[in-house]
């Protein structure tokens, strides 16, 4: 409730009102409010009346009378359907008037569509949804303004509470703003952003959340022209069984959208499913035979240039893109059975609408899209084929140009992805231009490739970067000259040596291969030359490509340069699909330009010539093939030798590529060595800088450089900058370095480290061959006896504490969680199983030992097995256990290949037997049986050790399992015999003993038999958690280890060698691996970056991987990666096709061989960095 000032007339009044929402009118008087004030309405006589006044006023427009209801837009509806569609007043309402009315149908019985019975009240420009449903037994197409039906308005008088919605508002709250990819980015008032979003939520009926929102055209409609050509027929493909289900469940999903039927024609083509990453199929067709049959569409593409020219000037954006647009044009009903494809068991299917892969699909759309936004293209919005850039000056304009292109493409029956569109933004990326208020400019991922080229630090990386240049060289004025430095690099007998002159020259021309003289701007006139695309692909290394256009005078001009690294999975591909990769990456990257464009793809790759005649391709190349089918192109075949410029750009991301700290490109320059200096690979000039840039070092530097000013000390100091000015008499300054003299050390004298340069020296004097991973002490000796700073004892053992190298191949403490205890309930429903060998072979032939003993009552039984496979374990579990004492609950083992065979998996299956692991490496898991081998093994080795052979261990098994069984449990206090029959075993030294009283009778027998048992096993529950409580405060006091969440990084402990690995240098600690489920306080779900599963691990068997500072992770990259520059080229005449996978880990390991020899061969002076 508010209280609000009311006039009439001049006459002021205050009352209380309360306040509502989705009121119809702004305000509503009641009789309590001229009740109080004592006023009356005359109604005769149109006016107002007070004690001392009259006031006259005029009652509204009248309502409007009945009104039909027309279509806003073209709608489809199949037999039976219904939905909600857009409708509008025929007759105009008062601008500013709202009524609410009744929504009817037709009063025509016979009418083919029923529109739903509803009161709504019509926006401002007399639009409102409403719901029609089609009653025939057929498909009914309704044009844009068919009668639909009528609206009746009525009063608006409603009880109090009611509320009133339209049918939309009922049926889909969704809002496409909460979908869109970026908006609001050139800053908006809050009104300015109340409108805009009130914009969104009136036209949300033009954008598509799912496919099954998507509109269809009216405007025009896709022709296949194939003239006289017979009609193409292929057979269908073999699909995967299990496949099967999913491609029908999408076919259906097409059937029930309408864009398919099913048909019978003359033309087929072949559907090719194509795994996605995400598991799901995608259905792809081949319509490359289609595709040579159909005439080519003259329709030529939007000139790009003057595209971009209409753009300057303004400064608030918006990028739109439609939702699946080729779907939401339909085919000319006589050449939809040209797109038939084949489902197998399935039949023929035809589409409605246009498929992507068809050869004048780009044309077609863009014909489209210019025909939809006629009214405002170039005028309020820009349109290249199914992107759309709207711009204006300011956002109010911005707004109404916006209202505009909603209302075209609602017109038009097309439907906007939200995902896709930008709006009101400053600045854009628009057909590979940067668009904002400054104006046009070019991307400048266009020549970073060539700026960002790493320095060479070989010979062949010279060649690599040469052959590029080469290529260009009739562009680049005085090229010898400049390029002679680098040549000389390159002559045979030559040492490496990179100085200043080199250097020079590698700038010059990297700068002359992004000069206008090389570079050029896109032609897109009738006249213009061919666009010309350069690909290469270096296995396991990049792509390169150079796209460039043929000018008037035959040369060519380069329009962008690109490369890219390839992913991990990438490096398995064979030559050909990676080469085909490489063509079908940057003729997307470069889609704007070649789009609707004849143009030329070459490649030093023959077997991309027969491109289109490859057969039953499937899968990923399926998919690429059926992108390509968009583009207009021929591949040619260049040899290796003319193709230097796109090659050159594949290999520049090789593994030891150049480095600006590469110690082979080091300048060549005569500098004093000092101390430490260039053990760890660090300049003197480098040192320099850094001690320069130290703020830390500005007082002392300025003592050291003049002792005698006796400057005083700065007021606010750290402790670092405390211990520095306190020991600033032992300071020196030589060689324009500080050095640090301390008390009793002679001569030697120690370089003031600054903290930007300790990571580097720790890396070499930890990590590097100088280093070798030695301990704390060792190396804190290393470090103080070359640098000095305060603090530096504690910065060195944190980072070898942090060490990942250390924690996987030192010792160390492993982690111990606390002992829990697993409890059974009674006899034999927990038993634990193992297996004890292999041992000498007896003379029976057996070698294992299956061991099998019950939790509860700890009753044993153990088997000779001549062998451990699958069969014979199962056989002798249900022989000797499951036949004897029934089946178990539980079953105990570890992860044995014989206990997890799939046949233990059906025999527990077929038994109700759940069937438990223990965690890999974690024998404390199954602690019981593990116990118990022990015991026997001892039992045994004891009686051997009397008089029997080692042949003869298998006739000791019995006597030992008796032994065994007639012997007090510790954890249970009673034997496993008694536990079994409520007595105990009667022993060879028992048989002068008086027999124990026996009942009269059977059910007496029974009856003592079972007190017995029964006093004795609740006896035994008692022993055994007092024995495991026991147990376990003994245990729980030496836990120790930190905690471990979810998410963490962590090391396995993993004992088991590789093939063909030494068990000296074997690392116990593998990883890190990353935490995915925290399954108990004990177990963990772990994931391995290079491994396809994840595995449970116990926490004894984790260590988290040490976290290094902060400090310190910023330069361990860095040096990371002047690691790996600084090993050797690989000799000339290497590069080989692809090899298998044996082949692949082979050379692999061989490679990683050479280069740690080659790597601690190297001489302290040249420092790895």
Request: net charge positive; glycine share 6%; hydrophobic share 35%.
């Amino acid at each position: 409730m508010v209280t609000m000032k009311f006039s009439v007339g001049d006459t002021e009044f205050l009352h209380e009102f309360a306040v509502v929402e989705e009121l119809a009118v702004a305000c509503i008087l009641g009789t309590d409010f001229f009740v109080r004030h004592g006023m009356a309405i005359d109604f005769a006589r149109n006016c107002l009346q007070t004690a001392s006044c009259v006031y006259p006023f005029r009652l509204s427009a009248d309502k409007p009378r009945l009104c039909r209801l027309v279509l806003s837009q073209p709608e489809q509806f199949n037999a039976g359907q219904e939905k909600v569609v857009h409708v509008r007043l025929q007759r105009r309402v008062p601008s500013g008037v709202q009524f609410l009315g009744i929504v009817e149908s037709e009063r025509r019985v016979s009418n083919e569509q029923m529109v739903a019975r509803s009161v709504q009240m019509p926006d401002g420009d007399g639009r409102l949804a409403v719901r029609v449903l089609n009653t025939s037994g057929c498909s009914l197409s309704l044009r844009k303004g068919s009668r639909i039906g009528w609206f009746s308005p009525v009063a608006a008088q409603q009880p109090a509470g009611w509320q009133v919605n339209s049918v939309e508002s009922v049926r889909d709250d969704w809002n496409p703003l909460s979908d869109v990819k970026e908006w609001g980015g050139c800053g908006l008032t809050g009104d300015e952003k109340h409108e805009f979003e009130r914009l969104m939520a009136r036209n949300r009926d033009v954008f598509a959340r799912d496919s099954s929102e998507l509109g269809q055209s009216h405007l025009m409609a896709h022709e296949i022209d194939t003239g006289n050509a017979k009609p193409v027929s292929q057979p269908a493909r073999r699909i995967p069984p299990r496949w099967k289900e999913e491609i029908d469940k999408q076919v259906d999903e097409l059937l029930q959208q309408d864009r398919i039927y099913p048909c019978y024609s003359p033309w087929a083509s072949p559907i090719v499913p194509v795994k996605k990453a995400d598991g799901s199929l995608r259905l792809c067709l081949d319509y490359r035979r289609l595709n040579e049959v159909t005439v080519p569409d003259p329709y030529p593409p939007p000139r790009m240039d003057e595209t971009l020219d209409a753009l300057g000037g303004n400064c608030v954006f918006s990028t739109m893109d439609l939702a699946s647009g080729y779907h939401q044009c339909p085919i000319e009903p006589k050449d939809q059975l040209k797109t038939a494809f084949v489902v197998p068991n399935r039949g023929q299917f035809a589409w409605k609408c246009m498929s992507f892969g068809l050869r004048n699909a780009p044309a077609t759309f863009a014909r489209l899209m210019s025909m939809a936004l006629s009214e405002v293209n170039w005028k309020e919005c820009l349109v290249y084929f199914d992107d759309i850039v709207v711009f204006a000056k300011s956002v109010g304009q911005h707004l109404e140009r916006l209202k505009h292109v909603f209302q075209c493409l609602r017109d038009a029956n097309v439907k906007l992805k939200p995902a896709k569109c930008v709006f009101l933004a400053e600045r854009v990326k628009f057909l590979g231009h940067i668009v904002s208020q400054e104006g046009i400019a070019t991307d400048p991922s266009k020549c970073e490739e060539i700026q960002n080229w790493p320095r060479p630090c070989s010979a062949k990386k010279v060649q690599a970067f040469l052959g590029t240049c080469a290529y260009y060289q009739s562009f680049i004025p005085q090229f010898s000259e400049i390029a002679a430095p680098l040549y000389r690099l390159t002559a045979d007998g030559v040492k490496f040596e990179w100085g200043s002159e080199e250097e020079s020259s590698f700038c010059r021309l990297k700068d002359a291969l992004c000069s206008p003289n090389v570079m050029a701007f896109p032609d897109f006139s009738p006249g213009a030359g061919e666009f010309i695309l350069d690909t290469d692909a270096s296995s396991r290394v990049g792509l390169g490509a150079v796209l460039s256009q043929r000018q008037a005078d035959g040369r060519e001009k380069v329009i962008a340069y690109g490369s890219r690294m390839i992913h991990a999975a990438e490096k398995n591909y064979c030559t050909t699909r990676l080469e085909l990769l490489a063509v079908v990456h940057f003729v997307k990257k470069y889609r704007y330009y070649l789009l609707g464009r004849k143009f030329t793809v070459r490649s030093d790759h023959k077997a991309l010539q027969w491109l289109a005649s490859l057969k039953d391709v499937e899968g990923q190349c399926a998919r690429w093939l059926e992108s390509l089918q968009n583009f207009d192109f021929e591949i040619i075949h260049r040899p290796g030798k003319e193709h230097g410029n796109a090659d050159s750009l594949s290999r520049k991301y090789r593994k030891h590529a150049g480095h600006e700290s590469c110690p082979s490109c080091q300048f060549s320059e005569n500098v004093p060595v000092v101390n430490a200096v260039f053990g760890s690979g660090l300049s003197s000039k480098e040192v320099q800088q850094a001690q320069v840039a130290e703020k830390k070092l500005a007082a002392v530097r300025s003592y050291a450089l003049d002792p005698g000013s006796n400057p005083s000390a700065p007021r606010v100091m750290s402790w670092e900058e405390r211990v520095l000015w306190a020991q600033r008499q032992l300071i020196r300054v030589e060689s324009d370095l500080l050095y640090f003299q301390s008390p009793g050390s002679g001569c030697q004298k120690k370089i003031l480290l600054p903290p930007a340069l300790l990571p580097k020296v720790l890396s070499e004097l930890h990590d590097g061959v100088a280093g070798g991973h030695l301990g704390v002490r060792k190396t804190q000796e290393k470090v103080k006896a070359r640098y000095w700073w305060p603090g530096l004892s504690r910065s060195v053992e944190e980072y070898c504490r942090s060490c990942v190298h250390c924690a996987k191949a030192k010792p160390g403490r492993s982690n111990r969680a606390p002992l829990q205890p697993i409890c059974s309930e009674g006899a034999f429903q927990r038993i634990m199983s193992d297996i004890v060998g292999p041992l000498p072979k007896s003379r029976g032939g057996n070698r294992f030992v299956l061991t099998i003993q019950d939790s509860f009552t700890k009753w044993p039984v153990a088997v000779p097995l001549s062998n451990q496979r699958a069969p014979t374990v199962a056989r002798a579990i249900f022989d000797h256990w499951i036949a004897h004492f029934g089946c178990p609950e539980f079953l105990v083992t570890d992860k044995g290949t014989n206990f997890e065979s799939a046949l233990m998996k059906q025999l527990c299956r077929l038994l109700a037997v759940k069937k438990c692991r223990t965690s890999s490496y974690h024998p404390m898991a199954d602690g019981q049986a593990e116990s118990f081998n022990k015991t026997l093994k001892s039992m045994i080795k004891c009686r051997m050790s009397e008089s029997v052979g080692e042949g003869d261990w298998e006739d000791l098994i019995h006597p030992s399992l008796m032994a065994y069984r007639s012997s007090v449990h510790r954890g249970t206090g009673y034997t496993p015999y008694y536990m079994l029959y409520a007595r105990e075993m009667r022993l060879p030294v028992d048989i002068g003993t008086l027999p124990e009283s026996i009942p009269a009778s059977a059910p007496a027998y029974v009856q003592s038999l079972g007190n017995s048992l029964a006093e004795a096993h609740s006896q035994v529950r008692t022993n055994l958690q007092q024995y495991q409580r026991k147990q376990k405060v003994l245990y729980d006091s030496r836990v120790r280890g930190p905690a471990i969440e979810v998410g963490d990084a962590v090391l396995e402990y993993s004992p088991a060698l590789q093939a063909g690995e030494a068990a000296k240098f074997h690392c116990n600690w593998k990883g890190p691996a990353k935490v995915l489920e925290k399954i108990s306080d004990l177990n963990y779900r772990v994931k391995h970056a290079n491994r396809g599963k994840s595995k449970i691990v116990h926490y004894n068997n984790l260590r988290k991987v040490p976290e290094r500072p902060e400090q310190f992770r910023l330069m361990n990259r860095h040096t990371a990666v002047q690691r790996r520059s600084a090993h050797p080229p690989e000799p000339a005449g290497c590069r080989q096709e692809p090899a298998g996978p044996a082949t692949k880990s082979r050379n692999l390991r061989r490679r990683r061989s050479f280069t740690r020899m080659w790597c601690h061969q190297l001489p302290l002076g040249l420092g790895m960095g």
